[in-house]
């Protein structure tokens, strides 16, 4: 079993930043692929970032290409969402997601944390 523990969500002016951290613990945390999710109100979750286990391969949406980095400390069990400029579209519940194999959709992950809250005011 994984257990997926999201921080750092707030509120934040337009053009601010913000990082994110996820606390993973469980067996063979370090070995797992792990990702950010975000859910809107009112709309489906969406992929935001991926990085592999070794942190040798990452993923992002076009959506946050540019703004948003990914990384990964794996003798702290923990990954974080690095947030710059940001905009009131980003907007949304952030959720920190683990599976085996790393993935670009939301619906690959197989474990999930509770999701931290992140309003970006305009």
């Known amino acids: 079993q994984v257990q997926l523990v999201e921080s750092g969500g707030g509120l934040v002016q337009a053009g601010g930043s913000l990082r994110l951290s996820c606390a993973a613990s469980g067996r063979t945390v370090s070995s797992l692929a792990m990702a950010w999710v975000r859910q809107a109100p009112g709309k489906e979750r969406e992929f935001v970032a991926a990085i592999s286990w070794n942190g040798g391969t990452t993923y992002y949406a076009d959506s946050v290409k540019g703004r948003f980095t990914i990384f990964r400390d794996n003798p702290k069990n923990t990954v974080y969402l690095q947030m710059n400029s940001l905009k009131p579209e980003d907007t949304a519940v952030y959720y920190c997601?683990?599976?085996?194999?790393?993935?670009?959709?939301?619906?690959?992950?197989?474990?999930w944390g509770q999701g931290t809250q992140v309003t970006v005011s305009s």
């Open positions: 997601a683990a599976d085996r194999y790393i993935a670009t959709m939301a619906g690959d992950y197989d474990y």
